[in-house]
């Protein structure tokens, strides 16, 4: 079984990297801005194996437990990763340098729109259609400004009745709280309601060191 003393050592190498922090058997990239983006040490059924995870996460929606909204293994040149493998330590970071860092650093709040959007950009089917959630759209949508597919998206959860044990506190901040501010077009209320939420999320994974508070794109187009 993969265990804690191991994934330090296949980690130490990172921990001493600006760009990178380390938290147990996960790697962040930084600083962090509206999107959070890392790899982690995934823990296999097979006591000589494990995978490499990565992770992406809107840092600004409120009802998300973990930063890490959306995880996917990633098997680089069929790689499988062995604890008793002799050159694991060097296999490993070559894989981290050459595949993982680059295709999370393309990661930002733009690759979360849909690839039929002009201004979509990043790696190509990482994390492909994990953001369509009705729930994530009306996110995505808000904090680049675009009101109109953001409200569509809140008519669709209007149609789960309310008290759902799973979905209340997503309809709770999308219904009663954002969708009022998007059928006024009240742009400025809708922007600091994003930061807000994302405050208290930051805060609450305890990555407020790291956080670097910045416009949304929302805030950023000419005003009408």
Known sequence: MTTRRQIHKLLRPYQERGDLLVSRHEVY??????????FSIYRTGEADRFDIALFVGPSFVPT???????????????????????????????VIREYALPSLKQIDLQTFLPRSDARWHGPESL???????????AFI???????????????????IPRGHRVMEPVLRVLLDDLQPLLLANDRAAAAALLHTWEGEAINR???SEYWRPSPFPLELQPQP
Do not use: C
């Open 29 to 38: 990239l930084l600083p962090i801005y509206h999107v959070v983006r890392g």
């Open 64 to 94: 998300n437990e973990s930063p890490r909204a959306v995880s996917q293994i990633k098997r680089y040149e069929n790689w499988l990763p062995s604890w008793t493998q002799p050159d694991l330590q060097q296999r490993f970071e070559d």
């Open 127 to 137: 994390f492909e259609d994990a953001f369509e959630m009705a729930h994530m759209r």
């Open 141 to 159: 949508h808000t904090a680049h400004g675009d009101f109109e597919p953001a409200a569509a998206s809140l008519e669709v959860l209007a149609q």
């Open 205 to 207: 994974w305890k990555l």
